[in-house]
Structure formats: C-alpha cells, structure tokens
C-alpha cells in the first residue's frame, strides 16, 4: 500500500492531503464544542504540521546560499545578471500593481466594509496588535531598511535566516567565483555540489508534505472553524475572488500563456505542491525550497534562475499581500463611513506597494503592516489598530489565500523570465501535464 501511495504524483497527494485536512478539520470543529476541538487539534495535529513546517524551515538558508552561488557562478558572466535582475523588479513590480488595482476594484464592487461594527475588537486583542506593531515599527525608516540589505556580518545573516542580506552575499560570493576565474573551481565545485545535496534533502522532505499539508489544514479548521465566513464575509469574498483573477488572469493568462507563450494547465500542475505547502503553512518563506525545487524539477527552470528569482520574489513580491492590503483600506473607509477621492486611491495604492515590499514572507506578516495603509484614508492610529485586532482572529484564512498568491506571481514570474533568457527546458515544462 505504501508503494502504491508513492507512485502516485506528488502534486495529488498533496491535493489529497489538503482536501483530507479540510473535512477532518471541520468535522472535528462542528462535531465539538469549539474549546474541546481547539485543544485537540493543538495536541494531535498541530506538532505534525509545525514538525513538517521546521523541516522545511530547516532548508530555507543552505537551500537560498547554495543555489544562489552556485547558480550566479554558473551564469559566467556578470551582465547576464544585471538583466536577469532588472527584468525580474520590472515584472515583480508591474505584477503587484495589477493586484492592488484588483483589491481596489474588488473593494468597490462588494464593498466589504458597509455596515461592519469593527469596535467589537476584545481589548486583548488590541494590546496584543499594539505590542507587535510596537516591535515592527522600531525596523526603522525606508534608507534604514534598504541599508539592512548589506550585511554587517554575513555569518549572523546566515543565523538569523534573513533572506535580503543571504542574497546580498551569495550573489557577491558567487560574482566573485566567476571574476576568479580558474584559481576558484574548486570552490565552483564546492557549491554545485552543495547545492545538489541540500536539493536533494529537500525532495526527501517535500515526500512528507501531504501528511504536513493534511496535518496544518486539520489544525487551522479544527482550531478556527470557517468563523471568517460569518464575521467577514464581504472580505474574504473579496480578497479570494481578486486573488483567484491574479492567479487565473493576470498570472495564467497574461503572463502564461501570453507573455511566455506557454502552456497555462501545464504551469498550474507544475505549481500544486507549491501552492498547497503555501496554503496550508502561510509562509512564503517556508515554502521557498519547495518553490526551488519544483521551479527546477517540473517547471525545467535553469537553476540559476530558479535560486535568484524565487528567494527575492519570496521577499519583495507579494501580490496578494499588496491585493489585501489596498482591501483593508477601503474595508475600513467602508466601515467608518470615509469617502476616497481618487488622490488617496494612488496614494492607498502607492503605499500598500511599498508595504507589500516590506512585509516578510511569514504568517500574517501584512497586517501589522496595514497602519500605514490606513493612514492613507485618514484613519488615526488608534483606530488602525482596533481594525486590525478586529481581523486578527479571522486573519488565517485570509493570510493562507494571499500567501498562495504570493507564491504563484513568484513561479509565473521565474518561468517568463526563465523563458526570455533561455533558461527553460520546455520539454520538462510541458511534461507537468502527463504526471
Ligand atoms: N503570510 C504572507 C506570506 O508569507 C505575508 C502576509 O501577507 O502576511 O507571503
């Protein structure tokens, strides 16, 4: 039975997995008294999830460092990488602004706002936001953070897991290899092989995400319920029918088949591992080495590509966050009543870009993020932080549809970008049909 379980495709038993936590979830939820179903999926389901999560936490920074200097120090030559980087910002860039475009379009035709009491937000709730977003904000102003890029210390980096800073280093690391030239082939091959072995860990651990996938989604329906439906309706309506255009239109479409003028089924089949690990963990950053690896693995992206593109794309490119973000806007213009004139539309827009830039790739991350957005529609601080402890209990739902999102301008951005450098094997692209 075990062997015909593992001969099926990876991508169907993660969607197995997602599907098998969903109802398991919801049955334990409905069945329960909601207390009783929250500690038992904290005790049985939870640890399976947050095991399966550690794992592949584990391989985020040797995965990033190694591929990302192997791969720069494949390319040869330091030009090829200035391109690569200039397309890769221009398409992250012009991704995020159709999606807070679509946030803002979504708000205004269901209007999620109207009639939304956010007041009711328990004073707990709003002590917890208000000590979080005290820790967020003392990240400091914008030159502060672009200069957090380079890397004091680039040990430390690799220790604390930041990711702007690990790329910094690996791409000099990996230029220095090229301008070496011979003298560091040994080290060229240090690296290649690295990043062979820790591929090669990841696929090991990638075979245990159905059960990961199927444990986290238990855990998150058990615990939570589809409360989200009740109290936020017109939000989640909103944001997972905006999400779900970006991915199918914008995404699939335009940049799929229009742009790369490849095939839109193939794409999605390729990328069902990835959106179930970013589904169900709400993390891009976890699910960056499942990202890398099915890049390379059944999308045929050159490694190269796949280790640059995806771990910045994991940091700067966050497209459902920017689509919630412009949302939460209007949801509170909405609720408190406030009319927008087209000056704080662009104004809501040109910050929920930004913000989405600087929000990490880990759970809920963004809403600690949506003060500034707020203050755009003349929200006071007080008040931002009410509405923001308002959605913070329902936040997950949220979180795992924008996280999905994330994740999929990330692998439709790789594979263009893949596709003009001729870094893409089409014929492996095309095979994701047939597994
Ligand atoms: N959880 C999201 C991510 O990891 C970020 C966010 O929107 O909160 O991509």
Not at 37 to 61: H, K, N
Request: charged content about 10%; glycine content about 8%; some cysteine.
């Amino acid at each position: 039975m075990f062997q015909t379980w593992n001969s099926i495709a990876l991508w169907k038993r993660v969607l197995a997995g997602l599907v098998v936590g969903l109802v398991v979830g919801l049955c334990l939820r409905y069945s329960l008294p909601a207390e009783r179903s929250s500690t038992i999926a904290d005790v049985w389901l939870r640890p399976w999830g947050d095991g399966f999560v550690r794992l592949i936490q584990m391989l985020v920074v040797p995965l990033i460092f190694t591929t990302l200097v192997s791969g720069v120090a494949a390319m040869g030559d330091p030009k090829k990488l200035g391109s690569l980087g200039s397309q890769t910002i221009a398409l992250y860039l012009l991704t995020t602004v159709f999606a807070v475009s679509l946030g803002l379009a979504m708000g205004n035709l269901l209007r999620p706002g109207v009639g939304v009491d956010y007041s009711s937000a328990s004073q707990s709730d709003v002590e917890n936001v208000q000590d979080t977003l005290k820790i967020a904000e003392s990240a400091g102003g914008i030159a502060q953070r672009l200069l957090a890029i380079i890397p004091s210390n680039p040990v430390q980096s690799l220790a604390q897991a930041d990711v702007l800073q690990i790329i910094f280093f690996a791409l000099l690391v990996g230029l220095g290899i090229v301008l070496t030239g011979r003298p560091a082939e040994p080290a060229k091959l240090f690296f290649d092989a690295a990043a062979e072995v820790v591929m090669r860990i990841t696929l090991m651990v990638m075979e245990l995400a159905p059960l990961g996938v199927m444990a986290l989604m238990a855990w998150v329906m058990a615990s939570k319920g589809v409360g989200v439906l009740y109290n936020l309706f017109w939000l989640a309506a909103a944001l997972y029918l905006a999400c779900a255009f970006q991915i199918l239109v914008v995404y699939g479409l335009l940049l799929i088949k229009l742009t790369a003028r490849l095939p839109m089924l193939a794409f999605f089949r390729g990328i069902v591992d990835v959106q179930g690990v970013a589904y169900s963990t709400s993390s891009s950053n976890a699910t960056l080495p499942v990202s890398i690896s099915c890049a390379e693995k059944n999308l045929g992206i050159d490694k190269s590509i796949a280790g640059s593109v995806l771990p910045l794309g994991a940091t700067i490119n966050m497209d459902g966050t920017s689509c919630y973000l412009g949302l939460i806007a209007l949801f509170a213009a909405q609720a408190t009543g406030i009319e927008l004139s087209w000056s704080q539309y662009l104004g809501v827009a040109l910050t929920a870009t930004a913000a989405s830039i600087g929000t990490a790739g880990i759970p809920s991350a963004s809403l600690l993020l949506a003060a500034s957005v707020l203050s755009v529609v003349g929200i006071t601080h007080e008040q931002a932080l009410i509405v923001i402890a308002f959605i913070f209990p329902f936040d997950r739902l949220l979180d795992m549809m924008r996280t999905l999102t994330n994740v999929t301008g990330d692998m439709a951005c790789a594979s263009v970008v893949a596709k003009w450098n001729g870094g893409l094997d089409e014929d492996v692209f095309r095979s994701a049909n047939d597994t």
